[in-house]
């Protein structure tokens, strides 16, 4: 069963302060690692796609990693308007995404 | 930009009561999923769909789920006989080619809550 584990499970930072979100997963070969934002009562939306060991990505103040067995999502300098919820999903031999618990940041000013 | 539209973005029902959940699909995608968040909980998988057959299923869609394209726009979920357990947020999702560790665009969800 795959298995996709997200740490820690809230994060408070204050502005300014980077820091790094955690995604570890236990997939026999992974086809895709999702990085998607959630705000509260709203859909996930889409921030990056990982597909192989060493790939990294970047959009503005977010940076998104990829190793064998975990990938991060890096925050440089956060604004309180990322304060959100970051969610980690893979895709494995199936279409289905299977998806982690979820990382619920908040920025304070 | 394209995106994923769904309708309503709430629905109350009573327990036994049909529900049809409705999307629409970025217009050039090909394959289509559902997806379910429990309040608090994991976002789950329900079922994929394309060329108006089911690709895949989970454990959670039984007997009382069904999904259907009744046009060239919607993408329908329908809950025969809610139950309060299916009480959470829907999600739409669409890819354009469905290829494993294709990016899926999700929308902005219809909470159902079963009284």
């Known amino acids: 069963e795959d298995q996709v584990t997200q740490s820690p499970e809230a994060l408070r930072l204050q502005e300014g302060e980077s820091s790094s979100l955690n995604c570890s997963y236990t997939v ?15 859909g996930p939306e889409f ?24 990938s ?11 304060s959100a919820t970051y969610l980690c999903a893979v895709s494995q031999g199936a279409q289905k995404l299977v998806f982690g618990q979820g990382t619920r940041l908040t920025i304070n000013p | 930009e394209p995106e ?9 029902t ?4 049909e529900v049809i959940l409705r999307c629409v699909p970025i217009s050039n995608h090909l394959y289509f999923y559902w997806y379910r968040q429990i309040l608090g909980q994991k976002v789950e998988f329900l079922v994929s769909f394309y060329n108006n057959e089911i690709s895949e299923k989970s454990e959670i869609f039984d007997d009382q789920f ?7 726009s919607n993408f329908t979920l ?38």
């Open chain 1, 47 to 70: 921030l990056f796609t990982l597909y192989s060991a060493g790939e990294e990505k970047e959009k503005e103040r977010l940076k998104a990693t990829l190793t064998k067995k975990e």
């Open chain 2, 78 to 115: 329908k809950i025969r006989s809610t139950k309060l357990e299916d009480s959470a947020m829907y999600f739409c999702a669409s890819s354009s080619q469905g290829a494993r560790g294709e990016t899926q665009y999700f929308g902005p969800g219809t909470r159902l809550l079963v009284l």
């Open chain 1, 72 to 82: 991060f999502l890096h925050i440089t300098a956060p604004k309180p308007e990322d």
């Open chain 2, 66 to 72: 069904s999904v259907e394209r009744p046009d060239g």
């Open chain 2, 4 to 12: 994923v539209t769904q309708t309503p973005s709430h629905q109350v």
């Open chain 1, 28 to 42: 026999s070969g992974l086809r895709g690692l999702f990085w998607y934002r959630q705000d509260p009562g709203k």
């Open chain 2, 14 to 17: 009573q327990m036994g009561q």
